[in-house]
């Protein structure tokens, strides 16, 4: 069970993660909606024509309406984020939207710290229920980290290593995936380590205290969870 409560980040972070959560999600065009405005001031604003499904916006009260898409406008966000940063607080506030959690600005954890966000992962008390979705569904194949290798390396797990593959400049290990069926170059139709508890419905991982870094993570927030489909309370 995750235990991750209050995140600091830097300004510079804080927009680093705004633009990974507009590469990780597909469809959130009306959270681009409402950001629009937010950042290219009054008088911007999308619109969406549902059944054409087109995107129009216009970035200020003089400007013009322009066909867009929803990549170009998170494009645009991030390029205007990152030209012109908002104060403090106004970054805070688009920050709680993106995120979908409480996020407040101040300073950092250590006495005399350059201020920054602070996120509220919402994930203290977030509950797996072991349903094993996450494990059966999402795409953690190229997800494996070379420290994961090599934490595997170091305590001797050549049971979890005959299902890592990997690729190498010389002896070096530089990118790891799995699970890969030993012997050949397929992926596993379904990970090898999920089984099924004793309990009706549940699931348990049976590499548990060394489960890849990317199995850790998940979910990172709330809005992950909810995005992804996780079933955890
Ligand atoms: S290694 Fe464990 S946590 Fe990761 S996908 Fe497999 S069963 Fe799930
Ligand atoms: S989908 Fe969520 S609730 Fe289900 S096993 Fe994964 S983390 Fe736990």
Redesign the pocket.
Known sequence: MPKKERLFLTFDEALDAVRADFAHYGSQLNLLAVIWPMVFGDGAYVLKNARSRSVWAKASANSKLIPSSEADLKKQIMDRLNRLPPDPQHLARICRLVFGVRVTAGPGPEPGAFHGLWIDTGMNDFTCTQCGR??RTLD?RDGCRVSDYQRWQDLGRTDILDWVGVVRQGKEVTACRIWVTPGTNDFAPT?P??ARSSEPNRYV?N??DV??TI?RQYPGSRKHARLTGCRGV
Do not use: E, G
Request: glycine share 0%; hydrophobic share 25%.
């Open positions: 996450c494990c953690y990970c380590w999920l991982c590499i548990h489960r890849p199995c």
